[in-house]
């Protein structure tokens, strides 16, 4: 069984700066793509930032300039540092992979952290 366990999350006044982890345990092969994604209240879960095994990065519109995804494969870790917070940052995030596993390949989400943003 392969589980992912996010932290970082918590309040923040705007303008300031959080760092979120997801580190991915269990019987892994390798990890292809991390990603975090938010949904915020009564709205669809939106892709925030994603990262290939070779460090290709991708980012929606609204964090980029801001925010920055990172990972170690050694630690099979994803991580976001977030700048320069908004008040429409605020939701919860959540952590991403595809993981490869000895029988087949997985995509597995974590229980997700909550980023307040106050104004």
């Known amino acids: 069984q392969v589980r992912l366990e996010e932290s970082g999350g918590g309040l923040v006044q705007t303008g300031g700066s959080l760092r979120l982890s997801c580190a991915a345990s269990g019987v892994i092969i390798s990890i292809n793509v991390m990603g975090w994604y938010r949904q915020a209240p009564g709205k669809q879960r939106e892709l925030v930032a994603s990262i290939t095994r070779d460090d290709s990065t991708n980012y929606a519109d609204s964090v980029k300039g801001r925010f920055t995804i990172s990972r170690d494969n050694a630690k099979n870790t994803v991580y976001l540092q977030m700048n320069s917070l908004k008040p429409e940052d605020t939701a919860v995030y959540y952590c991403?992979?595809?993981?490869?596993?000895?029988?087949?390949?997985?995509?597995?989400w974590g229980q997700g952290t909550l980023v307040t943003v106050s104004q």
């Open positions: 991403n992979a595809g993981v490869r596993t000895v029988f087949k390949t997985l995509e597995v």
